[in-house]
T-cell receptor, first 113, second 113 residues
């Protein structure tokens, strides 16, 4: 019974393709996030959704489009993939308020050829 | 925007010894949350310890404790009786009340047998 699950775990694709990463949480949290971790391990927030509404949208190319069909899901769609998109993408969730920590998925390693 | 600085890219400790990882942050907010996460080679992000800024008492979780100095904006992690399984990347994180989460660049901890 995984708390935050991402699929796929690995994604290898060609430059220019469109791909999606799915994320689901079964913790009953109302806030979900996407992070990007680059090759130097730097972890940066990309998006945050609270009750299906976008609340944080960092400076991310508009090729990245998050979609939250319900509170338990936050998918990430990437158009026209570029070499610089190669990274590990983490989904996370938490309660919207309070000191509750974020729970992370296992990450999706995206490699662009 | 808040920034989190981890000034030690790498640290090493002898098994059973104690090590302290440094973290400082910059913010104009008076209320926020601080976290330490551990990322072993399996790349999972695992919560180690958390601290609410309004609490003066330092958080403790078994062998892990923090030294929270709010005025100095410092949040260091002390690991006592280090074990081989503690070897990992450690990330300090700042979370504001609007759920914006910022991570430091990480410290790679090596534990020597």
């Amino acid at each position: 019974d995984t708390a935050v699950s991402q699929t796929p775990k690995y994604l290898v694709t060609q430059m220019g393709n469109d791909k999606s990463i799915k994320c689901e949480q079964n913790l009953g949290h109302d806030t979900m996030y996407w992070y990007k971790q680059d090759s130097k391990k730097f972890l940066k927030i990309m998006f945050s959704y609270n009750n299906k509404e976008l609340i944080i949208n960092e400076t991310v190319p508009n090729r990245f489009s998050p979609k939250s069909p319900d509170k338990a899901h936050l998918n990430l769609h990437i158009n026209s993939l570029e070499l610089g998109d190669s990274a590990v993408y983490f989904c996370a969730s938490s309660h919207g308020r309070g000191h509750q920590p974020q729970h992370f998925g296992d990450g999706t390693r995206l490699s662009i050829l | 925007a808040q920034t989190v600085t981890q000034s030690q890219p790498e640290m090493s400790v002898q098994e059973a010894e104690t090590v302290t990882l440094s973290c400082t942050y910059d913010t104009s907010e008076s209320d926020y949350y601080l976290f330490w996460y551990k990322q072993p080679p399996s790349r999972q992000m695992i919560l180690v310890i958390r601290q609410e800024a309004y609490k003066q008492q330092n958080a403790t979780e078994n062998r892990f404790s923090v030294n929270f100095q709010k005025a100095a904006k410092s949040f260091s992690l002390k690991i006592s009786d280090s074990q081989l399984g503690d070897a990992a990347m450690y990330f300090c994180a700042y979370r504001s009340l609007n759920n914006d989460m910022r991570f430091g660049a990480g410290t790679r901890l090596t534990v020597k047998p």
